[in-house]
């Protein structure tokens, strides 16, 4: 099977593809992998094509133009279950190689990046000022724990780009794979690298042209960032900039925490990627987003993949269940059966929900919708209040022990089971 596959996209590179060929072959036969080297050329007429395939490589003529159809027909063309991108034009070490492959059982996407701690990049002042300001424009505009989203030199896993729906077709497809990886809950490891000056040749950069493609694809991820598509959503709220969405988020952790009874096994049914789960390390995680539960793979061991009202657990398993801000998003009661069902006698439930007997969460909901469009409000489709939830945990044979309202809208309460039903 192909362990790694090496893809450079070139455009009139013959002066750098064959010594560039060399040396990453001298890099990479060491290291006891079975590995190929793929060059996707750009409609080169200095004879690029044919000097790669004097070397004893894969060449691809492009189908379509631009750099990011370069890749994306590279990718295609690949077998190798990791894949490893970099530049023709030698700012990209083929020494580097060993280093940067090293580092795949670390995270699922590897940058070699200029803009970390001992990092560098040898370019102008000029080149190096619209490159930094660029990836800063990005970072906090998105609010992305990366420094270096413009740096071909990378690595991914081969799963990683087969879950991605990737459109640029230009250099925006450099951050535009990597925010879709983020969204999605990979994980992105930067590791300090030295940029080099090209070895010989021009650039293919046109600064118009790029920024036009980076303003664009900033705008269009800007609509979904704060959405709950992206997997860090809940773990965002609590550390949000927004005053009132941070306490509330901070109110709600600090309620069911200390609601929490920790002897015995506990679930976070529909946990989502909240720092409450992420504080619960050997916590049973449960949520139908794949995204979610990846993104929180940094922090905990135990993932279900599952819808709650159906959940994979035999009757009895846990002392403790969290249900917080789930019971809205399901049009069937039959998750209290399921709740009481992997209860244990004796056992606690901490639910919390909003509570639509209050008009001031109705107001607050409304004011939420306007503010925050991708959120979780067009989300609810059923509508507790406290006697409607009062009477189906009673029915389920719970008793509620404790209440506690967040700005006297959401409601937390802790409950035991006394019964089996």
């Not at 990979?186 to 030295?194: A, S, V």
């Not at 657990?313 to 709740?339: D, L, M, P, T, Y």
């Not at 439930?349 to 107001?363: A, C, E, N, Q, S």
Request: charged share 25%.
């Amino acid at each position: 099977m192909m362990e790694l596959s090496v893809i450079i996209p070139v455009l009139n590179e013959s002066n750098n593809i064959g010594l560039l060929i060399k040396e990453i072959k001298n890099s990479i036969n060491n290291l006891g992998i079975i590995y190929e080297i793929i060059v996707v050329d750009g409609g080169s007429k200095d004879g690029t094509v044919e000097v790669a395939q004097r070397m004893g490589v894969k060449a691809i003529i492009q189908n379509n133009p631009g750099f990011g159809n370069a890749l994306l027909e590279g990718f295609r063309a690949s077998q190798g279950e990791i894949i490893l991108t970099l530049d023709a034009d030698f700012s990209h070490s083929p020494d580097f190689i060993p280093h940067i492959l090293d580092k795949i059982n670390e995270a699922d996407v590897i940058i070699a990046s200029r803009y970390v701690k001992n990092g560098s990049a040898k370019v102008s002042l000029f080149r190096y000022a619209l490159s930094r300001l660029l990836n800063l424009f990005f970072k906090y505009g998105l609010s992305l724990p990366l420094n270096d989203i413009t740096s071909g030199f990378r690595i991914y896993k081969r799963k990683i780009l087969n879950s991605l729906n990737i459109r640029a077709k230009d250099f925006n497809v450099l951050p535009e794979i990597l925010i879709e990886a983020y969204a999605k809950g990979f994980t992105i490891k930067e590791i300090p690298f030295h940029y080099a000056r090209r070895k010989s040749g021009t650039s293919h950069l046109r600064i118009i042209k790029f920024a036009i493609g980076y303003l664009k694809l900033f705008l269009s991820f800007w609509k979904r960032r704060n959405s709950i598509t992206f997997s860090d959503y809940d773990e965002r709220g609590y550390y949000s900039k927004i005053f009132l969405q941070r306490y509330w988020q901070r109110r709600r952790y600090n309620i069911i925490m200390g609601f929490l009874e920790k002897k015995g096994l506990v679930a976070d049914l529909g946990c989502g990627s909240s720092k409450i789960i992420q504080d619960l390390p050997e916590a049973i995680a449960v949520d139908m987003s794949i995204e979610k539960m990846r993104y929180i793979r940094k922090s905990n061991k135990y993932l279900v993949n599952a819808d709650v009202a159906a959940l994979p657990f035999k009757k009895g398993v846990f002392s403790c269940v969290i249900c917080s801000e789930v019971v809205e998003h399901i049009k069937q009661n039959s998750i209290f059966e399921e709740i009481s069902r992997i209860l244990q006698e004796g056992g606690i439930l901490i639910l919390g929900t909003p509570d639509y007997g209050r008009l001031r969460w109705r107001i607050i909901e409304f004011f939420y919708g306007l503010l925050q469009p991708g959120g979780y409000k067009d989300k609810h489709i059923t509508k507790y209040d406290n006697l409607t939830l009062n009477n189906i945990l009673t029915s389920q044979g719970f008793k509620i022990l404790i209440k506690r309202y967040i700005c006297g809208s959401e409601l937390i309460l802790k409950a035991r089971k006394t019964a089996v039903l």
